[in-house]
């Protein structure tokens, strides 16, 4: 089935390896839950051998295990739980997994946008029902997060800090009451929420200003702060294990030279500390430097490798996909690409060679048809 979905949701994805751990979980289980706490947090992070499973569980989110265990514990308390950082950091996935863990279904998404309204996060009507046979609960389309509620699983709000302030007030009611009202009806007029329900919110930290959340609101959330990845090992891990699934996907047999990973790893790792000693915006790139972005990179210079080059990763081809994938404002973006190729890769490729060469040379031929 996977095979057939573009993009299969973690629960569907991970199915089979879900079906097994609930077997032999024996562990206590809050509310509804599918997995024990402990088990939702083994299918995150990977087993150990001190877990003493007959099968090896691999890691799926990198990062640490606290985060993880608080907003497991979070969720088993019955609030809200906010994941907040900036963009990349992985806090969407982390989500879907909990979702799929906990519940078996993480697509119960309401997407914040300045174009959400009420009606996404509580109900709207089937009009040609209403005009057939009136209001009635046959004709309410119940929203993500009102079947969330219903069937006492978890509802998700991506990006909540985009959405408005009618929004956002819509949801303390829920988070707080546990119930929506549904004043156009008579009878049947009021959707509890069953045990198991929560929300779990993600907002980008680089929004903070857009609608920021009200002190009501944000007593309703326990917050978890998802930190920019930072150490090498675990940055070079997860782009590594998203690699592997790109090339999976796409039937695609090709090695990533270790040299060609460390040069992104590092390009990655130049660019960000250019953009932290930066005295203004005009001086760092408008890209946020995630780790997202340096598997979109690889992504890119894979693809084109394989389909329009000699299905060999070169260095010339991840630097044009660097350059391609995150000069997007000019002359700002290709001005500081220009600076550091000159000031910080040239050097290298003079005193170390090999592949750091054709990296300045595929950065520099991109730069010259870009600008």
């Known amino acids: ?39 939702v947090r083994l299918f995150i992070l990977g087993s150990e051998r001190a877990d003493g499973l007959d099968r090896e569980i ?17 969720l088993a308390s019955d609030r809200g739980l906010l994941l907040i950082g900036d963009p990349g950091t992985g806090k969407s996935w982390l989500a879907e997994l909990l979702s799929a863990a906990i519940c078996r279904n993480s697509t119960l998404v309401v997407q914040g946008t300045a174009g959400t309204t009420e009606d996404h996060i509580k109900y ?14 046959d ?21 909540l800090t ?17 119930y929506v009202s549904i004043p156009e009806l008579d009878d049947d007029n009021i959707v509890f ?73 590092q390009s990655f790792a130049d660019l960000r500390k250019a953009a932290a000693s930066a005295g203004s915006d005009d001086e760092k790139l408008e890209s946020a430097l995630s780790t997202a ?13 394989q389909f329009f080059g000699d299905k060999t990763l070169r260095a010339a081809t991840l630097a044009s996909s660097l350059v391609g994938s995150l000069v997007r ?7 500081i690409f220009n600076k550091y190729l000159h000031g910080v890769v040239e050097p290298r490729a003079k005193k170390d060679g090999g592949d750091w060469d054709g990296f300045l040379d595929g950065g520099r031929q991109a730069i010259s048809t870009l600008s």
């Open 124 to 137: 709207s009507w089937n009009v040609s029902m209403v005009i057939a046979k009136g209001q009635s609960r």
């Open 293 to 305: 972005e340096q598997i979109g990179v690889l992504e890119d210079a894979i693809l084109h490798s």
């Open 1 to 39: 089935m996977t095979e057939e979905l573009l993009r299969a949701p973690a629960e569907v994805k991970y199915a089979e390896e879900l079906a097994w751990l609930e077997s032999v979980d024996d562990g206590p289980k809050p509310f509804s839950w599918r997995l024990s706490p402990k088990m």
């Open 329 to 335: 404002r000019q002359p700002e973006d290709l001005a």
């Open 139 to 159: 004709s309410m389309i119940p929203s993500p997060i009102m079947t969330a509620m219903e069937q006492g699983v978890i509802g998700r709000f991506e990006e």
């Open 162 to 178: 985009r959405s408005t302030s009618d929004v956002q007030d819509a949801l303390i009611s829920i988070l707080s009451e546990k």
């Open 58 to 74: 691999g890691q799926k989110w990198f990062g640490d295990r606290s985060f993880v265990e608080r907003a497991i514990v979070t």
């Open 193 to 265: 929420a069953k045990p198991g329900f929560s929300i779990i919110a993600t907002a980008n930290s680089r929004d903070k200003g857009v609608n920021d959340l009200s002190s009501a609101l944000k007593r309703r959330f326990n917050f978890v702060k998802i930190p920019v990845v930072s150490n090498k090992k675990s940055e070079t891990e997860i782009v590594r294990y998203r690699t592997e699934e790109l090339l999976r996907r796409h039937q695609i047999e090709l090695d990533v030279p270790p040299t060609l990973l460390d040069i992104l790893l």
